[in-house]
């Protein structure tokens, strides 16, 4: 069974960074892009980044564009997202997913996902 595990998450000032990592197991990253979304509190989950399978082309929300960066480890099974210059309005549960569409905004197009890992930025 195809699991998707975040960790790196945890409280930080605001200007600060974070990374965080989503391992997958059970399979390998072939054939699937992988995404960050996240939810913050009393609104609905959105795109964060992507990254594609197999050029790793990367794609970001013009909210945290310049100041986060989504990567991938293959000999890992793991990708990152790399936060800096962090402020309070990011503070939400992130959560990595992976999909085979192509249309990797859309959370509906995205079958497996993690547990969720909380970040939290004080002013």
């Known amino acids: 069974q195809v699991q998707l595990l975040e960790s790196g998450g945890g409280l930080v000032q605001a200007g600060g960074s974070l990374r965080l990592a989503c391992t997958a197991s059970?399979?390998?990253?072939?054939?699937?892009?992988m995404g960050w979304f996240r939810r913050a509190p009393g609104t609905e989950r959105v795109f964060v980044a992507s990254?594609?399978?197999?050029?790793?082309?990367?794609y970001y929300a013009d909210s945290i564009r310049g100041r986060f960066t989504i990567s991938r480890d293959i000999a890992k099974n793991t990708v990152y997202l790399q936060m800096d210059s962090l402020e309070p309005e990011d503070t939400a549960v992130y959560y990595c997913?992976?999909?085979?569409?192509?249309?990797?905004?859309?959370?509906?197009?995205?079958?497996?996902w993690g547990q969720g890992t909380q970040v939290t930025v004080s002013s």
């Open positions: 997913a992976s999909t085979r569409s192509a249309l990797i905004r859309l959370e509906r197009v995205y079958d497996t």
């Open positions: 059970g399979r390998t990253f072939s054939d699937y892009a």
């Open positions: 990254i594609t399978w197999p050029t790793g082309a990367t």
